[in-house]
Structure formats: C-alpha cells, structure tokens
C-alpha cells in the first residue's frame, strides 16, 4: 500500500492557472507562488452574494490515538460535489510545523483525499505562518524596547507584561525563560516564554479579520499589560500596528491550490482549535462563498472545541452561517471511546462500541443546541465489521440524523458520492437555522458555564484564585462581553483527557484566563493545557529526509 507522500508524489497536478479558471478567476488576478500555487487579491469577495452558496462545515467526534480522518472526510466531500455536477471548493487551515515534525503529523489530507503540492502545504508553504511568528516578534521587541528607552518610555510594568515570543516548533524548553539578561544594554531581565505560533493571537486576528483596516485595528487592540500607575497599555500605544499590518500584507491574501483531483483548494490560517479558535479565515471562507455553489470547510479537533468556536465565535463575528455539519466518526476511535486500547481497536468489538458510542451521541446533542441540519458520516476502514457499522449506523438513525458511509482515503471523491447527495438533499430541504449557544452580552461565568454545561456535559466550573483575579482584569478592562475561547484537551469531553467515552459529574477547573482583546475573545485555560506543546519521544521529524534532486520523503 502506497503511503500518502507517495500517492501525492504520483498525482498529476494541473497549472494553478486552470484551477483558477474553474473558479472564474483570470490569470491577471493571480499571485502565483511557482507553478502550483498562488495568492488570491480581496477584490474577488463578492459580500452581496454570500449567502446565495452553501456552507458545509465538517467536524468529528473527540479525537483519538486512532485517528478520525476529518480533514481528509473534507477534501473528499468536496471532490465528491464536484463529481455529482457541484461546483465546490474545500477550504481549511494551513498545517503548523509543531504537529509536522511532532506526534500528529501534516494536515494536508491523506490517500486519495489530499491537498496538493502536499510537501509545500506542510512546510513553509507561502510564508504565511513565518508572516505571523514576525508580526508577533516585532510587538515583543518593540514591548522590550519600550521599557528600556529613557526618553520615549510608557512606563510599563515588566511584571505585567503577558504578551511573550512565537515560533512554529514544538519546544518545550522555551514555555518559561528569562530575557534582558547581560547587562544594561541587553535590556531588562523578566521572565517571559513561547508559545507556538498557532496560538498567537495575531494569528487569531488574522483568522478573524475582514480585510486590512480591519487587521490594523485588531492589531492595534492587542492589550500588552500596565504602566507603574495601573494605566492599560495597548499595541496602538506603541504605535506597532501599522508595522505588524505591513509584515502581513501578503499572509492576509488566500492560498488557492488543488486537490489530487484538481479541485479547487483554498488553504488559509492555522490556529489550533484546543488553544485557539480552530478554524481557517474568514476572509479564505467567504472568498471561497464567492466563487463555489458549495464551500466544504473544517473545524480543529472535535465538535466541543473547533466546531463550538467556529459558530459562537467565527460566525457570530462575520455574519457567516452554516448550512450542514457532517460529524465524521470511525469503528476504531468509538471502540478506543469504549475502553479497547488502540492497539486492539482494528478487531471486532460490539460491546466496546456500544460503550464508546456515548460520545458521538453526545456531539450529535450538541449540533442540534445550534439549531443546525446534521449527518454523520463513517469513515470506513477495512477492520471494520458489518455489524459494527449497522450498529453505529442505527444509533445516529435513531437520533433522527442521516448517515452515509464512506471511503474517502482510498477511493477519493468517489468513495464520498452517497454524502454528497444527501449533503445536496439537506441544503436544499432543510428548515434548521443556525443559532449561537450564548450571548457575547453575557457575563463571562455564564458564557464558560453555558458551554461547559451545554457542551461538555459537566456537573460544574471552578475558579483558582488566579483565574478569579484575571476574571477581574476583564471587567476593569471592559473586556466582559466578547466571546469566549476555551482552552481545553482535545481528547475527552471534561479538561481531562483519560476520560474518554462521555463523561459525567464531573468539575471543569478553569486555571487562569488571557485576554485576546485584538481577537475579540477572552481564553480560559482549563486543565494541563499547554499553549506550546512538547515533541514525542519518538517525533515525526526522524522519518523526514531529502534527497540530492529535492524529493522529500517521510512526511505523513
């Protein structure tokens, strides 16, 4: 069996200016990046007619060792309208170097569902990430700065400076570290860290905002910390923002590229959906409303972290609105949920299953809270029994929620055929009106309660100390009603993650919050959640090579 990099390797690409033209751009609209891939100008966002295409948003059940395939589930349904007569187009995030080279893997797809050039898409790509790491450098240097200057100083207390450093890698030793350090020169020694550039806030702002003046304000937005008398300090008071808008004039232009079945693929953002938002652009989202009848996008991990954020934040900051959700699960992860370790999960268990099925029960119950038209869709693999499917098939048929099996990592968009139509009968029937979970209105105990509650399932929210206090911060600095971004694993329901299946009675602890005023959310941060994770013991950087003609192997 070939692996993915061999099968993208063999594919036949098409010039990046035929799939534009699919989409009814001209080549002089272009920004091609080489041959294969290109930039797309902001002009092409037709705002008047958005709402006259579909959005199709595709989420998945709490994620597994196992693994659930979503990104993959979304290239294939978007081949698949495309087979049916559809003119469609998948557009999703762009990988981080962190998962790449760490224990996860690229996010470009797999089999005969990729996005495509795929070595490009889960390297440097088009500098859209290393746009951001530098925007975010600029606004520590220039924090640093400020409190070293004698003659144009804010006064700005270093102790309350939160705002640290980025970079695209996974790197545990740089969470905590102290700069300024050798001499007067050098500075003046704090403590402060990393966090990855997924979760830079920037990038956060660059997901969310509409175009440049909008970038230039949320940027500006960006709270730093106080001076020495308590006064909030913000980007716009170093006057850093115009700065950090020009280091992004590219990044906020959408990636167009292709599908291995020469699809039309916009790939744009990054920010991971257990520490960030977890959805692509919104700008690349209705860029690509503008110019397909249907838009197949995803959300980072499972329906509670990315899909949540997509409709409570993205949506209800932009106006967009979802037409379907497709919940993608698989036999193996829902035997992983019942308690089978993954090292067992390709054997037939009906007893297990029928443990682990709680949990796709579970976030079906959360897609109606929103009011939206749901199928679930199985990802097949060979391991998987007829009985088992029939089994997790009559569940969600029970529940009153289509269903479709389906192949798309070996046989592409054809294996996704039978989702594309119910996915055309859904749009076109269905009465559901998307609805938010909460009011940004609200307080925000009762914003993390709702979703805790509603979403998670839990019995409770508690508060450490520090969190009570940085819950204080938000009202002082009227920050109270914006949404909120829960920081939370994504591999159980509760904030811990050996408590798969769906959990009950259980606290969600809520150890401090961060203000992301340029992003118009605050984030609590439950559990052992890291905003700069480690590498495995055994990284995914050890299979990556290259050799003398430039052929890259080993990248997943």
Not at 57 to 83: D, F, H, Y
């Amino acid at each position: 069996m070939k692996s993915d990099i061999e099968i993208a390797q063999a594919a036949t690409m098409k010039p990046i200016a035929e799939i534009a033209s699919q989409l009814g751009i001209s080549n002089d609209d272009l920004i091609p990046y080489g041959k294969y891939k290109a930039k797309l100008p902001l002009k092409l966002i037709d705002r008047k007619n958005l709402n006259q295409n579909n959005l199709i948003l595709v989420s998945a059940i709490s994620p597994t060792p196992a693994g659930e395939g979503k990104t993959t589930v979304s290239i294939g349904l978007a081949q698949a309208l495309n087979r049916i007569g559809k003119k469609a187009t998948v557009v999703i995030r762009e990988p981080s170097l962190g998962p790449v080279f760490g224990m996860k893997g690229g996010a470009a797809g797999g089999g005969y569902s990729q996005v495509l050039p795929m070595e490009d898409i889960n390297l440097h790509f088009t500098g859209d990430f290393a746009a951001v790491e530098k925007a975010h450098n600029l606004l520590s240097a220039v924090i640093d700065n400020n409190i070293q200057s004698k003659t144009r100083s804010l006064n700005i207390d270093p102790r309350t400076v939160l705002w640290k450093r980025v970079m695209d890698m996974n790197d545990r030793s740089l969470r905590n570290i102290v700069v300024g350090l050798g001499g007067t020169t050098s500075g003046i020694p704090r403590e402060t860290g990393f966090d990855i550039t997924a979760a830079s806030e920037v990038m956060a702002i660059l997901c969310l905002a509409e175009d440049i003046d909008d970038l230039k304000k949320r940027l500006g937005d960006i709270f730093v910390g106080y001076t020495f008398d308590k006064k909030p300090i913000f980007a716009r008071d170093l006057k850093v923002q115009g700065a950090m808008a020009a280091l992004l004039k590219d990044a906020i232009l959408p990636n167009l590229v292709q599908t291995i079945e020469n699809t039309p693929a916009i790939i744009h953002g990054g920010p991971f959906a257990n520490i960030a938002q977890g959805t692509n652009t919104v700008i690349a989202t209705k860029l690509g409303l503008s110019l397909s009848e249907f838009v197949v996008t995803e959300a980072g991990f499972g329906f509670d972290l990315g899909a949540e954020k997509f409709l409570d934040i993205k949506c209800e900051s932009s106006g967009l609105s979802p037409n379907a959700v497709v919940l993608v699960a698989t036999i193996r992860a829902l035997k992983y949920h019942g308690g089978v370790p993954v090292k067992e999960v390709t054997k037939p268990n009906v007893e297990a299953l029928k443990e682990g099925v709680a949990n796709m029960q579970k976030h079906i119950q959360n897609m109606d809270l929103f009011g939206i038209c749901p199928i679930v869709a199985i990802n097949r693999f060979a391991s998987d029994t007829e009985e088992e499917v029939e089994f997790v098939k009559k569940t969600a048929e029970e529940m009153g929620v289509h269903v479709s099996v389906i192949d798309v990592w070996g046989k592409g968009g054809e294996g996704a055929i039978d989702l594309a139509e119910q996915i055309t009968k859904i749009v076109s029937k269905c009465n559901c009106r998307y609805k938010p979970l909460y009011d940004w209105d609200w307080t925000p105990e009762k914003k993390i309660e709702t979703i805790a509650k509603k979403i998670y399932g839990a019995e409770a929210v508690d508060y450490t100390q520090q969190a009570k206090n940085d819950l204080k911060k938000v009202y002082d600095l009227g920050l109270d009603k914006v949404a909120v971004c829960i920081a939370k694993t994504q591999y159980s329901l509760s904030d811990n993650p050996k408590l798969l299946g769906r959990p009950k009675d259980f606290v969600v602890t809520v150890r401090q919050i961060e203000i992301a005023a340029g992003a118009r959310f605050i984030v609590p941060i439950t559990g052992q959640i890291m905003r700069m994770p480690g590498l495995p013991a055994t990284p995914a950087s050890e299979n990556v090579d290259v050799d003398n003609d430039g052929n890259i192997t080993g990248l997943m």
